[in-house]
């Protein structure tokens, strides 16, 4: 089955410490995109990237970093400089080109920091 | 930049009645699209129905349609037949040219048995 996958559902990690976030998918799409979701602040785009070796920040990169070495992946890094990385994140995928236009997203990430 | 509102934060429905969920957005592009995204307990993100600005029809799916104004800039959703299964979050969003993706910040729909 073609899909996003994002691993893992829930992450710990103590204050200081940096994390990654993994998201794959198979379904060939050029872009992909990182939200994070809070209460009552719907979805913020973090970082997207349309195509391999090419990322462009969003509305609240400071404090992420990102990657595009293959196709296939994108995964997110929250580092400690982030001040409030308690959150819920969301994957997305989309393809230029195509029929339709309209972005799947992974099952999510919540990530607790403590 | 392009921006959405949901001014409905909350609504709820009687199962079997109609509710309309409220969106516009602001942008000065002339092709776009919009869809609604469903968001329920789960947390999965579904897409519910899309709509390509340049076509006038009104998108349909099932029990889901859209009342698209865009002179107005308007997309309501309006949900037919109400299910308990529809009780989720639903999220507008705007699409640009460039594939970037602009989202509301919700109205959390709760189906009434």
């Known amino acids: 089955d073609g899909g996003i996958t994002q691993s893992p559902k829930y992450l710990f990690r103590k204050e200081g410490q940096n994390v990654t976030l993994s998201c794959e998918q198979n379904?060939?799409?050029?872009?992909m995109y990182w939200y994070r979701q809070d209460p009552g602040q719907g979805l913020r785009l973090i970082y997207y990237?349309?195509?391999?070796?090419?990322?462009q920040k969003g509305d609240i990169a400071e404090g992420y970093s990102v990657s595009r070495e293959k196709k296939e992946s994108f995964p997110l890094t929250v580092t400690s400089a982030q001040k409030n990385p308690t959150a819920f994140y969301l994957c997305?995928?989309?393809?230029?080109?195509?029929?339709?236009?309209?972005?799947?997203f992974g099952p999510g990430t919540r990530l607790t920091v403590t | 930049a392009q921006t959405v509102t949901q001014s409905q934060p909350e609504m709820s429905v009687q199962e079997a009645e109609t509710v309309t969920l409220s969106c516009t957005y602001d942008t000065s592009e002339s092709n776009y699209y919009l869809f609604w995204y469903k968001q329920p307990p789960s947390r999965q993100m579904i897409l519910v129905i899309r709509?390509?600005?340049?076509?006038?029809q009104n998108a349909t799916e099932n029990r889901f349609s859209v009342n698209f104004q865009k002179a107005a800039k308007s997309f309501s959703l309006k949900i037919s037949d109400s299910q308990l299964g529809d009780t989720a979050m639903y999220f507008c969003?705007?699409?640009?040219?460039?594939?970037?993706?602009?989202f509301g910040t919700g109205t959390s729909l709760t189906v009434i048995p």
């Open positions: 379904l060939n799409h050029d872009a």
């Open positions: 997305a995928s989309s393809m230029y080109g195509a029929r339709t236009y309209e972005q799947y």
């Open positions: 990237s349309q195509i391999v070796n090419d990322f």
């Open positions: 709509q390509e600005a340049y076509k006038q």
């Open positions: 969003a705007f699409m640009n040219t460039g594939n970037q993706f602009y």
